[in-house]
């Protein structure tokens, strides 16, 4: 497994998480990072994205809440996510371009009960 998500769990609305996405020891590098979610019977979605240099993208229905990160030294990416709303349930997937490939974590579960 190249990339390990951990973080995930259930948490009542308003709640926060903080998802975090590790690479194997033979990735020495992330380039882009990206997280995305997949929610039951609806298609995968990007959520954030971060660049090596650390410019970030997020889609709209998650700014002011969520906040991707980086830490380049643990070749380590991570989503704090606040305010936890019902609709954000979803398996939350770290996807990240290496110089060695893009690879996809095995995916965490995020359960948010209203």
């Known amino acids: 497994m190249q990339l390990v998500e951990s973080g995930g769990g259930l948490v009542q609305a308003g709640g926060s998480l903080t998802l975090s996405c590790t690479a194997s020891?033979?990735?020495?590098?992330?380039?882009?990072g990206f997280w995305y979610r997949q929610a039951p019977g609806k298609q995968r979605e990007l959520v954030a994205g971060?660049?090596?240099?650390?410019?970030?993208t997020m889609i709209d229905v998650v700014k002011g809440r969520f906040t991707i990160s980086r830490d380049n030294a643990k070749t380590t990416m991570y989503l704090q996510m606040n305010n936890l709303k019902p609709e954000d349930t979803a398996v939350y997937y770290c996807?990240?371009?290496?110089?060695?490939?893009?690879?996809w974590g095995q995916g965490t579960q995020v359960t948010v009960s209203s």
């Open positions: 996807n990240a371009q290496t110089p060695s490939g893009r690879f």
């Open positions: 020891s033979n990735i020495f590098r992330i380039d882009d």
């Open positions: 971060i660049s090596h240099a650390g410019s970030m």
